[in-house]
């Protein structure tokens, strides 16, 4: 009984919340793993473009709340990731249009595509400041939980409850979803091809007839797209507030690298990796091994590896470790 009690806690705080940030940040690395291998920069950019993907939803959810539209159980936010998707994708495209096409023309080294898109992410951060403020917001509604943890110690007799919200639940779904269409619309579809083609060569992709300008526009649509379902998500599961995406691109960057940088795959993985190396290392385990030890013991500590306060401090140590020793990522995508 102890042990399914020490299990239960573990699952509460670590397996639950680490499987739906692992599925935010595998959502927000395929974002920038797909401008990597397509368009061959570091998009420092991303993180202010879920920001302002789940902005809209914010705006939207607010305005149909406003309404008295609502999915009743299910958050109201669903109904604006459409409007949000859409919203980003425009955005990305007229950053495209009016600032990295002419350094693509030009055949500006990636450094300075990198340099530009960090100018992009504070212009981005500074018009969703001034557009929603600096509040932090919570635009869940309908059903907190889908798992309540009195109901569930009333069914198993267990001192410990299971609690899983319903914005978990619907990370989940939705990540499988994406995921799974854009692995077939790559995989099954000419143009996903004809984009896996220019990732590969770009020289003979444009010798085979492929128009590479229709291939960058629809990437960034995708990107776009990404962005915005990720920054919803995340922003349902959490709260919504402006500078927190500035500091998800370390995270969504190590879990592209760990991956390994272009490669789809290996952004999924990698998002789960930093995910749960993220949150194993700074719960407090204390709880978990007091349920494990003699009768009537417990630990004098927390029994924590490190501080909550160093969570992104573990991404930054496994991107180190990675880019010394497999550069290329788990998945062999391109060096860094």
């Known amino acids: 009984m102890d042990f399914l009690n020490a299990f239960v806690a573990f699952a509460n705080f670590v397996l639950v919340p680490a499987t739906a940030y692992g599925a935010q940040l595998a959502i927000g690395a395929l974002g920038v793993t797909l401008i990597y291998g397509i368009l061959r920069f570091s998009n420092f950019a991303h993180g202010e473009t879920m920001a302002f993907g789940a902005m809209v939803s914010v705006l ?6 406003s309404w008295g539209i609502s999915l009743g ?11 949000a998707v859409g919203a980003t994708a425009l955005l990305v495209l007229f950053t495209d249009k009016y600032v990295y096409k002419f350094y693509r023309r030009v055949k500006a080294a990636p450094v300075m595509l990198v340099i530009v898109s960090m100018g992009v992410m504070f212009v981005m951060n500074g018009l969703i400041r001034m557009v929603i403020g600096t509040d932090d917001r919570r635009f869940a509604d309908g059903e907190r939980f889908v798992v309540n943890a009195r109901a569930f110690k009333e069914w198993s007799g267990l001192s410990e409850g299971l609690a899983i919200r319903t914005t978990q639940v619907i990370t989940l779904v939705t990540a499988i979803i994406v995921v799974a269409a854009l692995f077939w619309f790559l995989n099954k579809t000419r143009t996903g091809k004809s984009m896996r083609a220019y990732s590969d060569n770009e020289d003979l992709a444009l010798l085979s007839g492929i128009n590479p ?3 960058v526009m629809i990437t960034w649509v995708i ?84 501080s909550t306060d160093y969570k992104f401090a573990v991404s930054f140590a496994i991107l180190i470790i990675v880019l010394l020793f497999k550069p290329t990522g788990l998945f062999k995508g391109k060096s860094v």
Do not use: C, H, N
């Not at 939207?60 to 709340?65: A, E, G, K, R, S």
């Not at 958050?75 to 604006?80: E, G, R, Y």
């Open 213 to 215: 300008e229709r291939v």
């Open 73 to 83: 159980p299910l958050p109201t936010a669903l109904l604006a990731l459409p409007f």
């Open 223 to 306: 990107v776009g797209g990404l962005a915005a379902i990720a920054g919803t998500l995340y922003g349902l599961d959490k709260s919504f507030k402006p500078f927190i995406f500035m500091q998800l691109l370390l995270p969504i960057f190590a879990a592209a690298i760990v991956g390994g940088l272009g490669s789809p795959l290996g952004a999924i993985a990698g998002g789960f990796v930093i995910a749960f190396s993220e949150v194993t290392l700074t719960y407090a385990f204390k709880k978990v091994v007091t349920y494990l030890g003699p009768q009537d013991w417990s630990p004098d500590g927390l029994v924590q590896l490190l």
């Open 60 to 65: 939207t959810t607010m305005l149909f709340q």
